[in-house]
Structures are given as C-alpha cells and as structure tokens.
C-alpha cells in the first residue's frame, strides 16, 4: 500500500539557518510528488511538485525539493529560513492511474529568533 | 477568480445532531475531493467526487457519514449524529481534470467540534 512517512513531527530552526524536512514514501511505480505548507487556520499551498525529469524541483517561497529514487525520498529544502516560514509542512504522493493524494502527518517548523 | 470556498469555517454542534459542511470548487473546476485531519495528523482522503457522480468513497466511514456533489450548487458533506470523535478539521479540494499528477487547491476549512 502506498504511504508517506515524514519522521520529524517537530523541527526548530534558527532565523537564517538552513532547513531540511525530511519526506519517505512507499510506492510501487514512479510517483506524484508533493510538497504543502499550512499556515495556522488555513488551508493548504503547494510549494512544489515533482513528475519526471530534473529530480531537484524549485517551488515558491524559495524552497526546493531533490527526489532520490534509490532512497523513495524526496527531502524539502531552504537555505535561510524566515520567521514567516513556521507552520506545517505535508509530504504527498499522487497515486498514477488514480486520483488519491496519500499525505503524510506533517511536519510542525518552528523558527525562533 | 475566488479559490475553493468553505463554509462554515467553524461549526459546533452537539452530540447527536447533524453537521452540514459546504464546499464550493474553484470555477471552471468539476472534480471535488474531501479530507478530514484529526489533531497532529495529516489529511486522510475520505471521498471523490464529480458533478452527480461519487467516484471513490473508499475513506468515508460506513454509517453516518455521506457526501455529494449535485450539477447546481455546492458539494455537501454531511454527518449525522455526530460523536465527539467526528471533531476535526474538514478540507475540500477541486481541480480542473482528473489525474495522480493533478494539483488540487484547497478551501481553507471547516473545523468541526462536537460537544
């Protein structure tokens, strides 16, 4: 069965340090990826996605993700966080031939002065 | 042009009653997907949905729990009798066609507590 492992519930990063989160998935064929962040009380925004081709994807906010085949990762990057980055991060996987998003648990950033 | 709309944003009711959650996609969108995430976990898929048609309601729970999308008007998730259990936060997505590869863009909500 397809799943999303993100084993970081809670990250606390610095203003300015880099970030990882850090994303696993399980899935039988070449996947849909998917990068969310959740603002408190709001909805979800895709950051990234990745399909084929060059396995590191750019997203918005200046965020970046590197899918690894050989590891079924696919790891959210940022070189300097900022203070409006804090809020929680979802890993996805877009099943091929369907329709289901499966969403790992999330992942909680704090960023602290 | 308005993201996916929902409302309420915020409902209470108590145990027993009915809660009504609406979801109105994007324009232009006819694919309607419901999640439910439970405190300090991700969304769980619960159903598909296109215009008068379910097409997977294979994360709905088997009683109590039902949802639509009719040809006019919003999509509905309803849940009868509610139980404290049901409390949790309720997203809608849409898209414009159907496919593993398709973003779809969420409402922001609606955060269901049961007394």
């Known amino acids: 069965a397809q799943s999303v492992t993100q084993p970081d519930i809670h990250i606390t990063v610095s203003e300015g340090a880099s970030l990882e989160l850090r994303c696993n998935y399980s899935?039988?064929?070449?996947?849909?990826l998917f990068w969310y962040v959740q603002s408190p009380g709001q909805g979800l925004q895709l950051l990234l996605k990745?399909?084929?081709?060059?396995?590191l994807v750019q997203g918005i906010k200046g965020f970046e993700a590197e899918f690894k085949r050989s590891q079924s990762s696919f790891n959210l990057r940022k070189p300097s966080v900022h203070w409006s980055d804090a809020a929680e991060y979802f890993c996805?996987?877009?099943?091929?031939?369907?329709?289901?998003?499966?969403f790992g648990a999330g992942t909680r950033l704090f960023v602290k002065a | 042009n308005a993201g996916v709309m929902q409302n309420p944003r915020h409902l209470v009711r108590r145990r027993g009653q009915e809660a009504r959650l609406r979801c109105s996609p994007m324009?232009?969108?006819?694919?309607v997907y419901w999640y439910r995430q439970l405190p300090e976990e991700g969304l769980k898929f619960m159903v598909y949905?296109?215009?008068?048609?379910?097409?997977?309601e294979s994360g709905m729970p088997k009683e109590r729990f039902s949802a639509e999308f009719p040809k006019e008007g919003p999509s509905i998730l309803r849940i009868q009798q509610v139980v404290r259990g049901d409390s949790a936060a309720y997203f809608c997505?849409?898209?414009?066609?159907?496919?593993?590869?398709?973003?779809?863009?969420f409402g922001q909500g609606t955060r269901l507590t049961v007394v």
């Open positions: 997505a849409s898209s414009p066609i159907e496919g593993a590869e398709t973003e779809a863009f």
């Open positions: 990745y399909f084929s081709g060059d396995t």
């Open positions: 899935y039988g064929a070449t996947p849909y």
């Open positions: 324009k232009g969108h006819s694919h």
């Open positions: 996805a996987v877009g099943v091929s031939g369907g329709f289901k998003t499966i």
């Open positions: 949905l296109q215009k008068e048609n379910i097409i997977d």
